[in-house]
Every structure is written in structure tokens, then in C-alpha cells.
């Protein structure tokens, strides 16, 4: 191409094969040349309507499942924001010319989502192959041999079918027992003596999407807290058993740390004897109620967010490094230090709350700072709450999402 801008409507409907377009309620939006040639329908009885008035099941037929396992189909992608590949189904069609009839057909179905920057589904894309002539062309005659081969299209059918719902269970079994694990990892933490905290944590949407993500805080000696969080790569139960690990270990570290940046070094060199523990982020502040001081350092994390009083959002950027392990070589963490007056509040947050697909982060940074401004005059837990309502995507997040607000 030499900057010709690209007609996508006309590439739609030249593609091959049968494409429609789907609305979340499942009425048709579009649909390409070859779906509406192969489906016998114009584009005035198919676009705006319902899915299942235009394609019901047979009802001279009380064993056809078509039109039922093709809805199931579509929930499934709405609801997890993933493609989902049908086995072979058989779905008559009553004849255009001949209300009443029903003509045998053989489709092969797949649906995909179309997400916006927000990862809501706004569109299903409805993929058929039609797979009737197919059949047809092995020379099978009506009669017998014909009803042997539908038995056995329906039997491959309901076993693919079993096999997907048995994938599903155990998908969702695990996503519960990856969620059990984070909860009993992420306990609420015990009062801070001097400050008032607030910790969240909202998992990722989806069967798979549990993440891990974690928070924590500790209290130090000498009028001083640290609060850390952090964000394992990968999803599932490996990274929430990964997650458990690296929270128990910078929480000792910090410890006896001198101070933030060599809690990181120490999570740095444990989280290379931990499998999955490498490209770790991770970022954690020590506060000195003393001296009135935050001292912070960051592990590839997004930067901490101090709300003043005033409503001035400062993000705690002066000390960021590479994630955990990323370096061949150990190499001391940057940390850098800033004031606080009484009153203020620190946000710490993984980036779930503020990344967007096809967006700058900076984008979701300007969103936060602009919740907190507006927001700064409640306390910290109902400052937490509001953050996730108005920056989480309604339909919730494709990424897990851990937040701690501490009043100073």
C-alpha cells in the first residue's frame, strides 16, 4: 500500500465464507456477501434482528439442539471476552420460498469478541462454514446410510461438546482455587498505629485471568511503615503461588532493610531462585512519620501517587529501575526521597488500575490523579472505592488490579 487508506467495509464483504456481525443482544449488524448468498436471506431480514428469530431451531424436530448450543456459544464469549470454537452442528433452515420446510444443514460455527480500549465486548463476530455440500458430495443416498452419518455427526458432537464443558469446569475450578489462594495470601492488614490504610484487590475477569498481583504492609521500628506492591507475570495458579513467595520475601526484607531500594535488591536475588519470579515488578515506599519523609523505589512498577491536601498529585518517579531480574548482573536500586504533610494520602496501585489497551499510560495516570484530586477529602477507604469504580472498566478489568491508600 502506498498510504491508500484500506475500505474495510468493502474487504468484509468480499471475505469467503460466512461472516456476520453480532450486537451484544445478539441481533445482526452486519453480514458479509457470502452469509447472506449461503443463508438464503437478504440483508432487510437479517440485519437488526434477533439472531434466533431469523434462525430458530426446527420445531418439527424435538431432538435439534442448533440454535440452543449456538447461544451458549455466544454467552460463553460474552462473558469471557474469548473465542470459542463450536463442533459441528447440525442446523435446518426453513426455506425462503417455502415457509414450512426445512432444509437439512451442516455449520461449523465460530465467535470471537470485538473488544474496545475499555476490554468490553461491543461486537461478536459470528464465523460459519457451511459444510452441507461437503456432505453431501461423499455420494451418500437418503435412507439409512444417511441417518448412520447423522448419528455419528451428533455423537462427535455432544463428545467435543462434553470435552469443552469439562475444560471449562476445570478452568473455572481452578480460577477458584487460584482466587482461595490470593485471598489467604492477602490477608487485611492489621491497623497501623499511626495511619489509616486502606488495601483492595479485583480480580481479573475470565476463567484463566487471575493474576499476581499483591500488596502489603509492614510496621518498622522507629515511627516508620512500609507498604509495597507488585505484580508476578503470567496468570493462573503458578503466578498466584509465585505471588505468595515474593510478598513473604520482600516483607522480610523490609524488615531489615536500611531501606526500599535494598529491599528490592534482596527480592531481586530471591526472585531469580523462583521460577516464573524473573520480570517481577514491584514498588514500595518506607514512611517516616518522624521525619516526615517517604522513601520509595521502584522495580519497573508505576509510580506511586501522593495526593496533598491541596489536591497536587505528585507521582513518585525519581527512583524507577528494571524489573526484577531483568539485569545479567546485580546492579544496586535507585531510591529517592520526598516530604509529606500531615493529611496527605499515598496511593500504590498495580497497573491493572490504570493500563489500557492501544492507549498511553499516561493517559491512565491523568485519570487517577484527576479521581484522587477530585475525591481528596474522604478517607481512605472510601477514596479506594471510588478509585476502582470510576477507573475499572465496568464490566471489570482484564488485568488484576491491587490498590493500598494510606492516609499520612
Known amino acids: 500500500m502506498t498510504g491508500q487508506e484500506i475500505d474495510y467495509r468493502a474487504v468484509f464483504h468480499a471475505l469467503p465464507g460466512m461472516v456476520a456481525l453480532l450486537t451484544p443482544d445478539l441481533a445482526y449488524a452486519d453480514a458479509n456477501d457470502d452469509f447472506l448468498r449461503l443463508s438464503g436471506r437478504t440483508r ?5 434482528r434477533y439472531l434466533f428469530d431469523v434462525f430458530p431451531d426446527n420445531p418439527n424436530d424435538p431432538t435439534a439442539t442448533g440454535a440452543r448450543n449456538l447461544e451458549a456459544s455466544l454467552r460463553r464469549v460474552l462473558a469471557s471476552g474469548e473465542r470459542d470454537t ?5 442446523y435446518d433452515v426453513e426455506s425462503v420460498a417455502r415457509p414450512g420446510e426445512w432444509e437439512e444443514r451442516y455449520w461449523s460455527p465460530v465467535n470471537a469478541p470485538v473488544l474496545d480500549d475499555e476490554g468490553r465486548t461491543v461486537l461478536l463476530v459470528h464465523r460459519v462454514e457451511e459444510i452441507t455440500q461437503l456432505i453431501r458430495a461423499h455420494g451418500l443416498p437418503e435412507g439409512n446410510r444417511a441417518r448412520v452419518l447423522e448419528a455419528e455427526l451428533y455423537t462427535r458432537a455432544r463428545e467435543l461438546q462434553e470435552v469443552n464443558e469439562r475444560l471449562r469446569e476445570a478452568h473455572a475450578r481452578e480460577r477458584e482455587v487460584a482466587l482461595a489462594l490470593q485471598e489467604a495470601m492477602l490477608p487485611a492488614p492489621r491497623p497501623l498505629e499511626r495511619h489509616h490504610a486502606a488495601v483492595r484487590y ?3 475477569i475470565g476463567a484463566l485471568n487471575v493474576c499476581g ?4 504492609l ?3 521500628p522507629g515511627d516508620r511503615v ?4 507488585g505484580d508476578v507475570v503470567g496468570h493462573g495458579l503458578a503466578a498466584a ?13 523490609s524488615r531489615v532493610a536500611t531501606g526500599p531500594a535494598q529491599a528490592l535488591e534482596v527480592l531481586g536475588l530471591y526472585a531469580r531462585s523462583v521460577d516464573g519470579g524473573e520480570s517481577t515488578t514491584a514498588a514500595t515506599a518506607f514512611i517516616d512519620s518522624s521525619t516526615r519523609t517517604i522513601t520509595y523505589s521502584s522495580a519497573g512498577h508505576p509510580p506511586p501517587a501522593l495526593l496533598r491536601r491541596d489536591g497536587t498529585v505528585e507521582f513518585l518517579d525519581r527512583a524507577t529501575d528494571p524489573p526484577l531480574g531483568a539485569r545479567p548482573e546485580h546492579q544496586p536500586r535507585p531510591e529517592a526521597v520526598t ?10 496501585y498495580t497497573d491493572g488500575l490504570v493500563e489500557r489497551r492501544r492507549e498511553d499510560i499516561d493517559t491512565g495516570l491523568d485519570r487517577l490523579a484527576h479521581v484522587l484530586a477530585t475525591h481528596r477529602s474522604a478517607d481512605p477507604d472510601v477514596l479506594a472505592d471510588t478509585v476502582l469504580t470510576e477507573l475499572l472498566p465496568p464490566g471489570g478489568a482484564t488485568d488484576d488490579t491491587a490498590l493500598v491508600v494510606i492516609r499520612l
Do not use: K
Open 44 to 48: 432487510e431480514q437479517l440485519i437488526g
Open 86 to 90: 463450536m463442533a459441528l452442528q447440525r
Open 202 to 204: 479485583r480480580p481479573a
Open 213 to 216: 498481583d499483591w500488596y502489603d
Open 218 to 220: 509492614v510496621e518498622l
Open 226 to 229: 512500609a507498604v509495597a506492591v
Open 241 to 253: 503461588g509465585v505471588m505468595g513467595q515474593l510478598r513473604s520475601a520482600l516483607s522480610a526484607a
Open 339 to 348: 516530604r509529606f504533610a500531615e493529611g496527605d494520602m499515598l496511593a500504590l
